[in-house]
């Protein structure tokens, strides 16, 4: 088991890495992540603009998909010298 506390963690991504994580381990949606996700989304906030151009956009249904997927590999090279019991102890 492990447990990763992010700060802002979606943001934190660089949509490259994603996209590439997207082609290589679900290519069937990379046409989508391609298009959504391949240049900066200008965005308006009253009489502000803003440059999007990090990790998936909020409200994105596969937001939490594409994260996941991008920080799969970290989560795959992370080794542990904690010995984990195949079964549970009898007292629960």
Not at 1 to 12: E, G, I, P, Q, Y
Not at 48 to 59: A, I, R, T, V, Y
């Amino acid at each position: 088991m492990v447990k990763l506390d992010f700060a802002n963690a979606f943001n934190s991504l660089h949509r490259r890495d994603m996209l590439l994580a997207l082609r290589d381990s679900l290519p069937e949606l990379y046409p989508y992540g391609y298009s959504a996700y391949a240049y900066p989304s200008l965005l308006f906030y009253g009489p502000c603009k803003l440059w999007s151009n990090e990790g998936p956009q909020q409200g994105d249904s596969i937001g939490p998909l594409l994260f996941c997927n991008t920080v799969q590999p970290l989560l795959d090279s992370l080794q542990s010298e904690l010995p984990l019991l195949s079964r549970m102890p009898s007292y629960f």
